[in-house]
């Protein structure tokens, strides 16, 4: 087992479920796989419904506000930046293999367009609202036998483990899965772990359901990101994806900040001069300001990454690149913290917040209650009439006959591809019905 990690390996264009091929997918001569990835990902409806989920600012009235997809888009744009620095400097590095890096800036596009795919409703709250409302009712959830790694999933739910989950696998169209291939799925895994990895317990963060672990492990094997200490490294590209994420939504969480008017507008410029190392000039428009800002963490990602080269090629660094930032960067990064305090205590956001719980929980119930009739009574025409109503409203009739004799793991797991999938202003129309609030 070798402790550096490979490119030929790293960039494998394999996908779940297929027969390994050196050439990718059969149109490989029109486009590369790379290419297949990122036409896969704009056309599938769980990149469209992040239309209407929350970023940071729920249901503002401000149209140019962002929301999961803009940013996503965002980041998939500095992402493809720093892609192509980075490839450069491969080339540089590697000059014998120049050409396998031909595809690194769209692989790593790719991987920033579904960072935040698996995302619920509501931002980090519908997280914390399906997590907390689990934990009140387990014995209604976990009612029936169940394996301990299924409940500890669920009780930690993680937006990244169900963004892998959709981007990983083949065998459900319905809910969108994607197959993507290994290197686009490794770049998008920041926390290559599973729920029940002490690392999962302390971050309250991880990448990988049980339902995916075997396929993970595969798709490891194959890129060879299992190190000599039997760990699981984290993918180069990976590092490029999450720091422009981080990139992205510090910038641009307090420009949308300004246009709501929880900032005015010149601490929030001087701030961004301040990141860019250039001297505060107040005529100057705060996006082009806020440009500036984003090439100077570009830049300062890259010489990260090039100086940590050898320790994230062996396998051995697993913090993200901004942790290694030049000095003159802290007392930025502090301000943005303050900053990120005041948004989310704004009242707001703190109203919305508070019947995002309600909202989640009233849906979550409903389902789990129907998959329990469905399995205890295995036959569509005998379930209750609400179950039925849930079920042909997820997914309808045709499909619950289908996998009728599928287990309550099963059905439980496919309970919380629906729920998060779930746009903001859907969940709120389908909690209200559920409720038996009918708009006039």
Known sequence: MSNTLQWTALLSQQRVGQKSTPHGDGDQAERSAFEADYDRVV???????????????????????????????????????????????????????????????????????????????????????????????????????????????????????????????????????????????????????????????????FNVFASEQTMFQTMAEEMGLTVADGRIARHPLSFLTEAADDICYRMLDMEDAVAMRIFPEAPIKELFFAVAGSPYRAKVPLAAARGKAIKAMIDESLRVFIDDYPAIMAGKRTADLKSSFDDRFDDCFAQIKTRYAEIFSHRSKLSYEIGSYKIVGRIIKAFVLAVRSLCEKRDYDDIEFVAQRCFDLAWGKEYVCENIDADYEWWLRQVFDYVSGLTDNYAIQISAEIEGIIPC
Not at 61 to 89: A, C, M, T, Y
Not at 144 to 151: C, E, M, N, T
């Open 43 to 205: 056309f599938c409806e769980p990149f469209r419904r992040l239309a209407k989920k929350t970023q940071v600012h729920p249901l503002a009235p401000n149209d140019h506000i962002h929301n999961r997809l803009i940013h996503s888009i965002e980041v998939g744009s500095v992402g493809r930046s720093l892609g192509k620095k980075v490839q450069h400097f491969l080339r540089q590095h590697h000059p014998e293999q120049a050409a396998l890096f031909d595809d690194i800036p769209q692989i790593v596009q790719v991987g920033c367009l579904v960072h935040d795919i698996g995302n619920p409703p509501f931002g980090h709250a519908g997280e914390y609202a399906i997590r907390e409302w689990l934990a009140k009712h387990q014995q209604l959830v976990f009612n029936q036998p169940l394996d301990d790694a299924i409940r500890s999933d669920l009780l930690l739910f993680e937006g990244n483990a169900q963004g892998f989950r959709l981007a990983a696998r083949a065998d459900n169209p319905k809910c969108g899965y994607m197959a993507l291939t290994y290197a686009a799925l490794g770049a998008m895994i920041k926390y290559p772990w599973t729920s029940d990895d002490p690392r999962a317990t302390q971050m309250q963060k």
